[in-house]
């Protein structure tokens, strides 16, 4: 009676009240137990290895691009022209990287585009954490109107300075030079606008607690700040040198010596060369992307981060 009035099953009562006296029901239990937990991980894994093939196939997809760029570089005319083309190359034709690195200045170009990325990247890294770092900490008159006239620039469409920018640069004496390719991109508003957002999100009682200690503004930026800062150096890194390293236009107007030509303006010249013999061209192109996957594969544990962190105010 006892058992129907509270609604347990006659199994259920029926069962030993006291720990021990039933241990092959015990170990029943216990088993039951395991098989229920496996049954409630099951799930858990198949997420993970749906999740995991989902991604491999994004990466495939992502990466054919670069494969078939490799492999339409070792291929030849004849080749390609048939179709359709296969996935896997017949012949592998490592002249076509061969070939126009001895009958053009291809090293040269490649020197000159890593002395004009690098050299923007180091003097824009400076200029627009340091600036963006005064905008987002210091008080001074006319912050906020100034940010603000600087961030407008990015309204104005890079063709219409060219002119202005390129009368200055004869002015200067810099026409085809390297520094007439690097001085007029100093000045970043993005970059600055990326870093004033990253500093805003700095604690401001560590800056409290080295000005207590009697640290100034600069010594309190290189000990504190820029040490914690990587996230936004390495993205302004990535950013800085993949926009620098693709540059055409502005390079093809400041550089009219073959021998200063940028990657990308020499392989522009490369198609007048080439325009019928895709392998060489493609070598050269693909040659031209590895300097910005070795960036990108040294900063990218720090640039998601970078990234996330300048939008949180």
């Known amino acids: ?28 239990q216990d088993l039951r137990g395991i098989r229920a937990v496996e049954r409630e991980e099951r799930p858990g894994r198949r997420n993970v290895v749906t999740r995991l093939v989902i991604a491999l196939a994004i990466t495939a ?10 492999r339409t570089s070792v291929a030849s005319t004849d080749e390609l022209s048939t179709l359709p083309v296969s996935l896997w190359p017949q012949e592998w034709l490592w002249q076509n990287y061969i070939q126009p690195w001895s009958q053009y200045p291809f090293a040269r170009w490649l020197g000159n585009s890593v002395v004009i990325a690098v050299s923007s990247v180091v003097l824009t890294l400076v200029i627009n954490v340091m600036a963006g770092y005064a ?55 993005f970059g600055l606008f990326m870093a004033r957002q990253f500093f805003l999100a700095f604690p ?20 504190i700040v820029l040490p914690l800062s990587k996230p936004l150096v390495a993205s302004l890194i990535i950013f800085t040198f993949m926009w620098r390293w693709n540059e055409f236009v502005w390079p093809l107007i400041v550089l009219d010596d073959p021998n200063a030509y940028t990657l990308p303006v020499g392989l522009q010249f490369l198609i007048s060369q080439f325009s019928s013999n895709f392998g060489p061209l493609l070598a050269m192109s693909f040659l031209s992307i590895v300097p910005m996957l070795i960036v990108f594969a040294v900063f990218q544990r720090y640039f998601v981060e970078g990234v996330a962190r300048a939008g949180l105010k």
Do not use: C
């Not at 006291?18 to 029943?28: F, Q």
């Not at 997809?61 to 490799?70: E, G, I, K, R, T």
């Open 1 to 28: 009676m006892s058992t129907q009035l509270t609604g347990i099953p006659a199994e259920a009562a029926r069962r030993p009240s006291t720990p021990g006296a039933d241990p092959e029901h015990d170990g029943d």
């Open 61 to 70: 997809v992502l990466m054919f691009p670069m494969y078939w760029m490799l």
């Open 135 to 189: 905008f987002a900490k210091l008080r001074f008159p006319g912050r906020t109107v100034l940010f603000l006239m600087i961030i407008s620039t990015l309204m104005v469409p890079v063709q219409v300075i060219m002119v202005p920018q390129f009368q200055i640069v004869i002015d200067l004496n810099l026409l085809n030079t390297t520094w007439g390719v690097v001085l007029p991109r100093l000045a970043e508003a």
């Open 204 to 223: 401001d009682e560590l800056l409290e607690a080295a000005k207590i200690d009697g640290a100034g503004h600069f010594r309190t930026f290189w000990s």
